[in-house]
């Protein structure tokens, strides 16, 4: 761990909608900091009691754009999940004001599909005003009798 990396403890607050949690965490921009966002993110999402096909989802988008913000940010890379009672938004932020975007690959290149997966697997993303923030938001499925 480095001076810079910081976790702060999953917080629980009443707030108008129930069931409410969030967790967040400012890594240094290190290739490990991915492998570490996608630990806390699978832990936090069972502690909400969210599993399954979803928290596989919502982690490998954690993934991803943790790993875009070390590979093309600057500074600390922080992330945010938030979970309600129906949805789970997910922020990665970082220093550089340059927004990410989708990219064409063809079928030799190694990389570039993140944002593609992202915009595949949650329901809906997108990018901050500033281009600091790059965000993506899961409905969690409600068991209806």
Known sequence: MTVATSVAPVTTRSLPCPGYAAVEACFAPEPICVGRSRHL?????????IDGPLTESVVLCVSELVTNGVTHGMGDVSLRVRCWSNEIHVEVADGSSVPA?????????TSGRGLLLVEALSWTWGVSEDGRTTWCTFRIPTDKP
């Open 41 to 49: 993110s699978g832990v936090f999402l069972r502690l909400c009691e």
């Open 101 to 109: 975007t989708t990219r064409s690959t063809t079928a030799d290149d």
